[in-house]
């Protein structure tokens, strides 16, 4: 059972930064595809990024030029550098991983994840 452990969020003005970490365990498939998503007060679960074990990567067109999402795989923990903040994306943060765990295509579709975190709470003022 995949299990993910978020940390890292927390409050800043606009234009700070803040990186989230998600820990993972409970795997040993060398291939995958996890993301980032988040949950804003009475809107839809989205899509931020994803990355699989070849390196790539998509972003949501909001966040590309601002957030970055990395793997450390020798520490099974997942990455979300985000700069430039802006209130907007205030939101509960999740991590999450696909089931199964690779497919060819890596989207950022909500459906195709079935494991998550617990979620961190990012807060962006203005």
């Known amino acids: 059972q995949v299990q993910l452990v978020e940390s890292g969020g927390g409050s800043v003005q606009a234009g700070g930064s803040l990186r989230l970490s998600c820990a993972a365990s409970?795997?040993?498939?060398?291939?995958?595809?996890m993301g980032w998503f988040r949950q804003a007060p009475g809107k839809e679960r989205e899509g931020v990024a994803t990355?699989?074990?070849?390196?790539?990567?998509t972003y949501e067109d909001s966040v590309r030029g601002r957030f970055t999402i990395s793997k450390d795989n020798a520490k099974n923990t997942l990455y979300l550098q985000m700069n430039s903040l802006q209130p907007e994306d205030t939101a509960m943060y999740y991590c999450a991983a696909r089931r199964p765990l690779w497919a060819e295509f890596c989207t950022r579709l909500v459906a195709d994840f079935g494991y998550w975190g617990q979620g961190t709470q990012v807060t962006v003022s203005s």
């Open positions: 409970g795997y040993t498939s060398s291939r995958y595809c």
């Open positions: 990355i699989d074990s070849d390196g790539s990567t």
